[in-house]
């Protein structure tokens, strides 16, 4: 049983070789107006391929970019009124500090000991 097995997967492989040979031969006696017509149209189709697949890469880029410089936009503006208040609070600080330092500098510079 077991023989008659492998006469049948040996009768298959060779069908398939054959199938393959006349594949093969086929595309061997193609005239070259059809080959080059078929490569030609692979070739516009690989470059529409990758076409698509650029602009679908640019568009992400883009999205990234809108993201990214937004949020920086922000965040520079949020920075300068944080800084901006910082500065202001500095300015007041020194202005009600700035009659002691002077009394106390003045004190210290006409004092003299002994």
Known sequence: MDSFRGQGGIQK?????QEAQDIVSYARNLPLSVKSTRLK?????AESE???YGSHLEA???KKISKTSGSSGNNAKRLEEETEVKI???N???SRVSPGVS???IK?????KN
Do not use: D, F, R, W
Request: hydrophobic letters at 45%; glycine letters at 6%; charged letters at 25%.
């Open 13 to 17: 492989l060779l069908i398939a070789e």
């Open 41 to 45: 149209k692979t070739k516009e189709e």
């Open 50 to 52: 990758v076409g698509l």
């Open 60 to 62: 992400e880029l883009q």
């Open 88 to 90: 202001q609070n500095l």
């Open 92 to 94: 007041e600080s020194a």
């Open 103 to 105: 009394g106390m500098l």
């Open 108 to 112: 210290h510079v006409t004092t003299v």
